[in-house]
């Protein structure tokens, strides 16, 4: 099946350092997603990215749509302590796909 | 917020119970869906529902048991479950089109303890 390399696995940073997070697959993705999961609460969007090459940012958080279609990444700039959380990235095969793949997170701790 | 609840947040049962999970969800969305959640691992889907009608089931054992009477409502009926099937289970919802899926929405989950 389709798999996701999602990483790092988890971060520690200082309070006000920018982050970087990936996902790769060997397979072509035509959606990618990113979500923040926070203790004790399900995932919640983030962003949403539809073609190759697409940068969207939503606030202090810019993604980008890799143009072999095959990674995402994500980046935070000026990190604060409500970052905390574990970032999923999803992919989306194609069209009439209804099953989106996971990868595994990365857990991001922000020191005050 | 996100227009999709869970209830309850978190339950504990032996192995002999049977329980249900209920999921509502506020969103006009025309699919629900069940993942679990388990440790250092992806979300596993397990169910989907699109109109009602069980359009995906991941090879998931008979011990879990969906039900999906409306677009709105969506259950997940427990019986006999083992130790390892402890993990937090999520529901989710989105509005499934012709071209492609669109994004989930996640409701915060029930964390299910198996003893």
């Known amino acids: 099946g389709q798999q996701l390399n999602q990483s790092p696995q988890s971060m520690f940073i200082q309070e006000g350092e920018d982050v970087s997070m990936n996902c790769t697959s060997s397979s072509i993705f035509n959606t990618w997603l990113w979500y923040k999961q926070e203790p004790g609460e399900g995932p919640v969007l983030l962003i949403a990215?539809?073609?190759?090459?697409e940068l969207t940012s939503n606030g202090r958080l810019t993604a980008q749509f890799g143009i072999t279609r095959k990674d995402s990444f994500l980046n935070i700039s000026a990190s604060i302590p409500s970052d905390v959380g574990i970032y999923f990235c999803a992919g989306l095969s194609g069209a009439g796909s209804y099953q989106l793949t996971f990868g595994k997170g990365t857990k991001l701790s922000v020191i005050p | 917020e996100t227009g999709v609840t869970q209830t309850p947040r978190h339950l504990v049962m032996g192995m002999t119970n049977k329980k249900s999970l209920k999921c509502e969800q506020h969103l006009g969305h025309n699919a629900m869906y069940w993942y679990k959640q388990s440790a250092k691992k992806p979300l596993e889907l397990m169910f989907v529902?699109?109109?009602?009608?069980?359009?995906e089931n991941n090879s998931v054992p008979s011990r879990f048991s969906p039900e999906c009477p409306n677009s709105s409502h969506l259950f997940l009926h427990l019986h006999t479950l083992q130790p390892e099937d402890s993990a937090l289970y999520l529901c989710?919802?989105?509005?499934?089109?012709?071209?492609?899926?669109?994004?989930?929405?996640f409701g915060s989950g029930t964390q299910l303890s198996v003893l």
């Open positions: 529902y699109n109109f009602k009608e069980q359009t």
């Open positions: 990215l539809y073609k190759a090459g």
């Open positions: 989710a919802s989105s509005q499934q089109n012709r071209v492609q899926n669109e994004k989930l929405f």
